[in-house]
């Protein structure tokens, strides 16, 4: 009896031994292609630079340049603004602001879902109990093979039994026809026990779904920096306006003060017989017209305190006590380091995460090719089985199964070649969507370097266009005080100069959003978390 337990157990380990010896060796078997990093195909330099050399070059001036590409931008920019209170906000932003929030639980459920696909390569063991009553329904199969008529010509007198032992034929055929009796009646099945698969992943089917889980979790990640860089761009942003709100409705007011000089002056003038009646209307005129630019300051200045409140993630009107306080707009850094549109493509956290959704694309490719395979798997179940539940512990109620199963796909009517169509399809457009990414990109970083440029430019025209309408009205309103020049002289000259400091303060605003902007195409900011 040993012996048999020792080969039944020698021939249970040889074919487990071997498929394990198999699958070892074909655990390296990976079907589909394997994914390799697109080349972003970068420019040498960036555009608008190289057509300012271009423009040098055809005997144009040359623009003085405020940026520098032998540095890689700041990651944590808009320090350079050198304004605690904008350094703040962001940090509060960055811990408080709800879509960040949201972007943070999205990577985790792309982890999560990392962790399930890979649990469809490990083993699977399940316990199970159930209770059957059956009827075997063989007593009309007993009467018809005449089993029955057996068992009564055995219990005959004088039956070939009998003639050996008397009596014996009786007993026997009764015995015979309670056992046949006892099949034919209801019973009670109780079975409990273990059921244990493991798929072997031959050919990378639950390799490849797990590299497209993990390809996943990164493009959500890059998701994620790609919403903190908007959302510190968008507070600096919103910063910058109300600063800029401010600075307009504190010109505004000195615009009115010295309107009001002016009607003050222009009354004096016209009580010595020097202005008529016509100047003082006119100067009047000006004073109401000037204090009429207040209130529309103060709308915008409340929206951008609102929309500060909404980016940190708090309620309206948290942060006025904060930003009551009236400041001039930030000035920018007098250079920018903006680095070469090579990196562009390891910085912009899109770029990254449409490669990240090529790279899962081309995992799902795989996945496709492997469905034309067969799949392997171990399957066993071990318990016991008896009709009364007090009998399950005994090992004599002991069954068990062991063996591998295959299944290979003949016929599904198309389903998996158009399965794996689609999937080509599929990364076919992912690697399509990440050149576009790379162009728009490089679109976004040269139209703010243009547009930043340009508008600094325009703001030191603007700045000398001030000091020259000041220089202006002051001897206007001197000469106007002198009796040398009419009241439409200082007017015409107080209206050059307002129109000058408004347009100043709103240049000035345009330029420290423009470098926002900038900062953004160049992808910095999300690094530093």
């Known amino acids: 009896m040993a012996t048999t337990k020792r080969r039944s157990a020698r021939s249970l380990r040889c074919p487990l031994g071997l498929l394990l010896t198999v699958a070892a060796t074909l655990a390296a078997c990976t079907v589909g292609p394997d994914f390799r990093p697109p080349d972003a195909h970068a420019p040498a330099g960036w555009h608008d630079l190289q057509r300012d050399d271009k423009a040098a070059t055809a005997g144009a001036a040359r623009h003085e340049s405020p940026v520098v590409v032998d540095a890689d931008p700041d990651p944590r920019w808009w320090h350079g603004f050198q304004d605690p209170m904008l350094d703040r906000l962001i940090e509060r932003a960055r811990a408080g602001n709800l879509d960040l929030q949201q972007a943070v639980l999205r990577i985790a459920e792309a982890r999560i ?114 919403a903190l860089l908007s959302l510190e761009a968008e507070v600096a942003q919103t910063y910058l306006q109300l600063r800029g709100a401010q600075a307009g409705y504190d010109l505004a007011k000195q615009l009115v003060d010295d309107a009001q000089q002016t009607l003050r002056l222009t009354q004096s ?158 990364e076919a457009e992912a690697a399509l969507n990440y050149r576009k990414t790379v162009l728009v990109a490089l679109r976004d970083v040269d139209n703010a370097l243009a547009v930043y440029r340009s508008d600094l430019a325009h703001r030191d025209a603007l700045g000398r266009s001030v000091d020259a309408d000041q220089s202006a009205f002051d001897l206007a309103r001197e000469r106007y005080a002198k009796g040398f020049s009419t009241f439409i002289q200082v007017l015409d000259a107080q209206t050059r100069l307002a129109q000058a400091k408004q347009q100043y303060v709103q240049a000035t605003t345009q330029v420290a959003t423009d470098l926002v902007a900038l900062y953004k195409a160049l992808g910095g900011g999300w690094q530093q978390t």
Do not use: C, M
Request: hydrophobic share 40%; net charge negative; no cysteine.
């Open 113 to 226: 879902q990392v962790q399930s696909t890979a649990a469809q390569g490990l083993p699977n063991l399940r316990a199970s109990a159930r209770y059957q009553r059956e009827q075997l329904g063989l007593k009309g199969l007993l009467q018809e093979n005449g089993i029955y008529d057996d068992a009564d010509r055995l219990a005959q007198p004088g039956s070939p039994i009998d003639k050996i032992s008397p009596g014996a034929g009786a007993a026997a055929g009764n015995g015979l026809k309670n056992a046949l009796n006892n099949l034919s009646s209801p019973i009670n099945l109780w079975q409990a026990g273990f059921d244990a698969s493991w798929e072997l992943d031959f050919f990378g089917r639950v390799r490849r779904s797990v590299e497209s889980a993990q390809a996943q979790v990164q493009a959500a990640g890059e998701s994620r920096n790609d």
């Open 269 to 426: 003038q016209a009580s010595v017989g020097l202005a008529s009646a016509l100047d003082v209307k006119q100067a009047a005129a000006q004073v109401a017209e000037t204090e009429a630019q207040l209130p529309p300051y103060d709308g915008q200045i409340v929206q951008a305190e609102n929309g500060l409140a909404l980016l940190v993630g708090a309620p309206p009107g948290s942060l006025d006590a904060e930003l009551e306080r009236h400041e001039a707009v930030p000035p920018v850094p007098p250079s920018v380091s903006i680095g070469l549109p090579a990196t562009l493509a390891r910085r912009r956290p899109d770029i990254r995460q449409a490669e990240a959704q090529l790279h899962a694309a081309t995992a799902n490719v795989g996945v496709a090719v492997a469905q034309f395979f067969p799949d392997i798997s171990l399957t066993g179940q071990i318990g016991t089985r008896a009709q009364y539940s007090s009998d399950l512990a005994r090992w004599s109620h002991l069954f068990y199964s062991f063996g591998p199963a295959i299944s290979l796909p003949i016929f599904s009517g198309g389903t998996l070649r158009a399965n794996l169509r689609l999937s080509n399809a599929r």
